[in-house]
């Protein structure tokens, strides 16, 4: 079991930034892919962005094409934590922001946090 507990969202103007915050509970984090999602008000959740447990392809990253070249995804495992960097904001990034766990060998994430609020001003 793996619990996350996401931080950082706020309010912001466009052109900003913001990091986001996973905290992950136990000790087998640096074993998951983890990956950001977003749900806007209306809207399915999306995918945003992943990062392969580390030694696993390199710990590689992948993003959707809407924020590509503006968030920067990462982790430490060390702190148990993966993290948001989001430049460029837009308001259409506005969105709860989820962080979610997909253990190894799974096709799915299997653990969710609470999620963040981000709200990008024009």
């Known amino acids: 079991q793996v619990q996350l507990v996401e931080s950082g969202g706020r309010l912001v103007q466009a052109g900003g930034s913001l990091r986001l915050s996973c905290a992950a509970s136990?000790?087998?984090?640096?074993?998951?892919?983890m990956g950001w999602f977003r749900q806007a008000p209306g809207k399915e959740r999306e995918f945003v962005a992943a990062?392969?447990?580390?030694?696993?392809?390199?710990?590689?990253?992948y993003y959707a094409d809407s924020v590509k070249g503006r968030f920067t995804i990462f982790r430490d495992n060390a702190k148990n934590t993966v993290y948001l960097q989001m430049n460029s904001l837009k308001p259409e990034d506005t969105a709860v922001y989820y962080c979610g766990a997909r253990p190894p060998g799974s096709s799915e994430y299997l653990y969710w946090g609470q999620g963040t609020q981000v709200t990008v001003s024009s």
């Open positions: 990062i392969n447990r580390s030694g696993w392809s390199g710990g590689s990253t």
């Open positions: 136990g000790r087998t984090f640096s074993s998951y892919t």
